[in-house]
C-alpha cells in the first residue's frame, strides 16, 4: 500500500479521493496551506473510517512524507503552488486530476492552458518528478459518498512512463473496485481535462453525477 499525500486535500475532490484511498488501506496526508484545516478534514475521514491511516499537514510536509502525491487543488494558482513545491516533489510521482475550467452564462468550458494542460505544465515546473494525469472525471460528490466502489465508472490515465502509470492504474482500485485504463500519453491530458466541463454539463441537465465507462474492455 502506498502513503499518498493529497494536495487540495481540504476541497471536495481532494477530500473525496483522500477518503477512497485510506478506506481502502492507503495511507494518507491531507496537504494544506494550513495544518490545522487539513488536520481538521482528516479527523473527517476517520469519523468515517475510525482505523484509517490519515492526517494533516502543511503541504510541503505532507509531500516530503509521500510516495505518492495527488494534485487536487484549484486551476487558479496551480503554477505558484507546483513551482514552489518543486524541490519537494523531485523523485516523486505526481498524480494531476487540475481541471481548468471556466464558467459563464454559456455554462462550464476548458480554458485554453498555454502548456496544453495542467497536468503537462506541472511537469515542466517540476522536472525532477513524474507526471500522471488521472481521476479527472470522478464527481466529488459519488467520491464522497457511502458507495463502496464507484464501479460504474472508469478512471483513465495518462502519462509518459510506464511504471508510474502502471502504479496509478492499481491505486483506481480503491475508488472503481477496478484497475484504471491506460488512456495514453501525457499530452492527452489536454483533452481529458476539459471533458469534466461535458460532465458538468451532464449532471446539470439530467440532476446526476455522472462518469465516464469505456466499453468493449474486459476487466
Known sequence: MAHIAVIGGT???????????????HQVTLGSRSADRASETAAEILQRVPDAQVSGAANQDAVAAADLVLLAVPYDGHDELVAALAPELAGKTVISCVNPLGFDKGGPFGKVVPGGSAAETAASLAPEATLVGAFHHVSAVSLWSEQEYLDHEDVLVCGDDADAKATVIELAVAVTGRPGVDAGKLRLAAQLEPFTAVLISINKKYKTQSGLVIGGLEH
Open 11 to 25: 476541497g471536495p475532490q481532494g477530500k473525496g479521493l483522500a477518503y477512497r484511498f485510506a478506506k481502502h488501506g
